[in-house]
C-alpha cells in the first residue's frame, strides 16, 4: 500500500533531516544532521546524563517511598 504525502510535507520532511518510506513512514536521513547516530558524543553523553539524573530522581521521590505524601 502506498501513500503519497503531498509536496509541502515531504519539503518540510527534508529539511528537518527526515524522509517518508513508500508506505508513508517517516523516519531519519542517514545523513541527517539531527539523527541521534550522527550526534556529537558530547550531546549523547550529556542526554545521558540528562535521562539519567530524570530518572534517579524520580525513582528517589517516588510516592511509595515516602507513604506520607501518597495522595
Given at each position: 500500500?502506498?501513500?503519497?504525502?503531498?509536496?509541502?510535507?515531504?519539503e518540510?520532511?527534508?529539511?528537518?533531516?527526515?524522509?517518508?518510506?513508500?508506505?508513508?513512514?517517516?523516519?531519519?536521513?542517514?545523513?541527517?544532521?539531527?539523527?541521534?547516530?550522527?550526534?556529537?558524543?558530547?550531546?549523547?553523553?550529556l542526554?545521558?546524563?540528562?535521562?539519567?539524573?530524570?530518572?534517579?530522581?524520580?525513582?528517589?521521590?517516588?510516592?511509595?517511598?515516602?507513604?506520607?505524601?501518597?495522595c
Amino acid at each position: 500500500m502506498s501513500k503519497q504525502l503531498p509536496p509541502d510535507v515531504l519539503e518540510q520532511l527534508d529539511k528537518a533531516g527526515l524522509y517518508a518510506d513508500p508506505d508513508g513512514r517517516v523516519d531519519w536521513r542517514d545523513d541527517g544532521p539531527e539523527h541521534p547516530k550522527n550526534w556529537s558524543a558530547g550531546k549523547k553523553i550529556l542526554d545521558t546524563g540528562v535521562i539519567t539524573l530524570f530518572v534517579t530522581v524520580s525513582w528517589v521521590f517516588r510516592a511509595d517511598r515516602h507513604p506520607d505524601t501518597a495522595c
